[in-house]
C-alpha cells in the first residue's frame, strides 16, 4: 500500500516556474514507477510525465516536453514535478500516481494506476 500527498501548487503569473513535490509513505516506494497527470473538473485526468522506478527513464506529454522534468528521491519517498515557462492552459489540479506491479514507465491511462494522492492546484495567470 502506498499513500501519496502532493504540495507545491499555487499561483503563478505565466512564464513563472513551481516545483510539485509528492510524498510517499510505504516501504517499497523505489518499486513503484510514478507519473503526474492533471484534470480540469468535469474532465478526465491527461497524463503528463511519468518515470521510471530508479528514475533514469521519463516520459512527457508533448505539451509539457521541454518546460516540464520528472524526478525523485527514492531516499526520501519523493517525486517532483519542476515546471517551467508555465502558461495559462497549464492551469489544472496536477496529481501523482504509482502504478503497482510494472517494471519501466507507467501507463498514460490514469485507469491502470493503483494509488493516488489527493491533487494539488496550479493556477498561472495571463
Known amino acids: 500500500q502506498v499513500q501519496l500527498v502532493e504540495s507545491g501548487g499555487g499561483l503563478v503569473q505565466a512564464g513563472g516556474s513551481l516545483r510539485l513535490s509528492c510524498a510517499a509513505s510505504?516501504?517499497?516506494?523505489?518499486?513503484?514507477?510514478m507519473s503526474w497527470f492533471s484534470q480540469v473538473p468535469g474532465k478526465e485526468r491527461e497524463f503528463v510525465a511519468a518515470l521510471n522506478c530508479n528514475g533514469i527513464s521519463t516520459f512527457y506529454a508533448n505539451s509539457v516536453k521541454g518546460r516540464f522534468t520528472i524526478s525523485r528521491d527514492n531516499a526520501k519517498n519523493m517525486v517532483y514535478l519542476r515546471m517551467n515557462s508555465l502558461k495559462p492552459e497549464d492551469t489544472d489540479v496536477y496529481y501523482c500516481a504509482a502504478k503497482a506491479g510494472i517494471n519501466g514507465l507507467g501507463p498514460r491511462s490514469e485507469h491502470e494506476y493503483d494509488y493516488w494522492g489527493q491533487g494539488t492546484q496550479v493556477t498561472v495567470s495571463s
Open positions: 510505504g516501504r517499497t516506494f523505489s518499486s513503484y514507477p
